[in-house]
């Protein structure tokens, strides 16, 4: 007798409910794979259970990447999951999208009209700063051949306070590094202070657009006037790579006149990260270079065995296609007068937020003389303070916000800061609901009598925040 489609229907039902019984009463051996598995709503169930135990994306006020897109961009993503971006040949569309992304990124790092400018999209900007960095010590290397000269001692030079992935390139690339020395009071490099540490070994000078610990901008211009005096005077080049993964996308339309970008001659690399204030979600770095000329052809793979013949200047070989499709998408929705929009707003609510925590009267800031819409603040007199900059964050931790503590670089026991980053989806509603929070844990820790439960402040903390 055949079965109906309503007992098979019933038959279903029934035995996912015996595997949604077994899901419920038996544990889970988190070392090995199932040896069965599971009806589709069980393992969304499951998945899902544990990932609701992470903090909420929207109260992550240590994380620069963007966390929020509109429903249309969501439906892109979607779309464009299944597409691997290094096949050029068969999804062909996808790559023009990254070609015009790109193009449109160095345009707005100002890329000079007699420059045939060129980039790709990375995994981030660890991979982009990475790029970069091998490609100027390539480029190095054939000046010091073509001239005779030994071409086994190259060097970076850059502050203390850049991302690690900085230090990575160094380590992995074979390149020494020349770490300049940052202070809690001005935490950003000026020409005067790379000169004593450039020689004819250079590979470049790393320049930051906002450094991940202060949100403070590197005086960048003043780097070029010293490498171009340098260049004069002994005939050294030395480019410059401008990591622009928090600032980027946020100086061309909230600081226009502030100069950092190709409108400088030694800046020949710049990386920006587009999950971050680019807007969209995590996964996506761009780096552009001034010119074609700028990455040494040996550098550039013909990859034929994916159907026709495409190049590629890349660590990662497959990569997916989401985070260029939903640049694209922002690039045509907000265009320049959106993305200044944003971007001015976002300062604006981060005086507004500095403002209002400076009337606690404990905090001194050390975000100074940038534009970015960060703020990293530590407390004026810890000694006077029987709570830490630790406490407050675990306290507000308990609200759910996620507000990250640290020391400051190099000297990690000298000065600890908490740091807010403002996003776009940040909204003043919001920003008076975290400082109601912030107001009733100060309270709750004044009214402590213990001590501090950190006494051995900073002791056992990562000495870099999220980025």
């Known amino acids: 007798m055949t079965a109906t489609p309503r007992r098979l229907a019933a038959s279903a039902a029934s035995a996912d409910f015996q595997a949604y019984d077994q899901y419920i009463l038996d544990e889970i051996d988190y070392d090995h794979m199932p040896a069965t598995g599971l009806p589709a709503g069980a393992a969304y169930q499951m998945v899902t259970g544990q990932l609701e135990l992470d903090g909420n994306p929207r109260l992550n006020l240590a994380s620069y990447v963007t966390t929020w897109m509109e429903a249309e961009a969501n439906q892109l993503a979607h779309d464009a999951i299944s597409k691997n971006l290094v096949d050029k040949d068969e999804y062909p569309r996808t790559e023009a999208i990254q070609r015009r992304v790109m193009a449109m990124v160095a345009d707005m790092c100002n890329s000079p009209e007699d420059c045939d400018s060129v980039g790709t999209s990375t995994v981030g900007s660890s991979e982009a700063i990475m790029l970069g960095l091998l490609a100027h010590k390539w480029s190095w290397r054939a000046r010091r051949k073509a001239d005779g000269k030994p071409f086994d001692q190259p060097n970076v030079v850059f502050s203390s306070v850049v991302h690690t992935c900085w230090e990575k390139a160094a380590r992995y690339f ?11 009071d001005r935490t950003f490099l000026n020409g005067d202070d790379i000169a004593p540490y450039v020689d004819e070994n250079t590979v470049a000078v790393g320049a930051i657009l906002g450094n991940t610990f ?10 070029d006037a010293t490498l171009r005096k340098i260049e004069a005077d002994k005939g050294w080049f030395v480019p410059i790579h401008v990591d622009g993964a928090s600032g980027g996308f946020v100086a061309p339309f909230a600081a226009p006149d502030v100069k950092w970008d190709f409108r400088l001659h030694h800046v020949r690399s710049i990386n920006v990260s ?5 807007l969209v979600y995590a996964g996506m770095g761009s780096v552009v270079f001034r010119d074609r000329s700028d990455v040494p052809d040996d550098l550039v793979f013909e990859i034929d065995y994916l159907g026709g013949s495409a ?7 497959s990569q997916s296609s989401v985070g260029t499709v939903l640049q694209y998408y922002q690039f045509l929705r907000l265009g320049r007068e959106g993305y200044g929009e944003v971007m001015r707003a976002a300062v604006t609510n981060a005086q507004y937020l500095e403002k209002k925590i400076s009337e606690h009267g404990i905090f001194t800031f050390h975000n100074g003389g940038s534009f970015m819409p960060v703020l990293a603040f530590s407390l004026s007199d810890e000694q006077t303070h029987k709570h830490t900059v630790y406490d407050i964050s675990d306290a507000l931790r308990a609200k759910g916000w996620i507000v990250p503590a640290y020391p400051l670089p190099p000297n990690g026991e000298a000065t600890h800061v908490l740091r807010i980053v403002v996003k776009d989806d940040f909204s003043r509603d919001m920003i008076n609901l975290f400082l109601d929070d912030l107001t009733e844990c100060l309270t709750g820790l004044r009214d402590e009598l213990s001590p501090p439960s950190h006494p051995s402040i900073g002791k056992g903390r990562s000495p870099r925040p999220i980025c």
């Open 214 to 223: 202060t949100g403070q901008v590197d005086d960048v211009a003043s780097i």
């Open 311 to 317: 190049p590629t200047y890349s660590l990662n070989f």
């Open 174 to 184: 074979d390149l020494e590094p020349r770490i300049i020395p940052i202070e809690a």
């Open 274 to 278: 587009n999950h971050k204030y680019g």
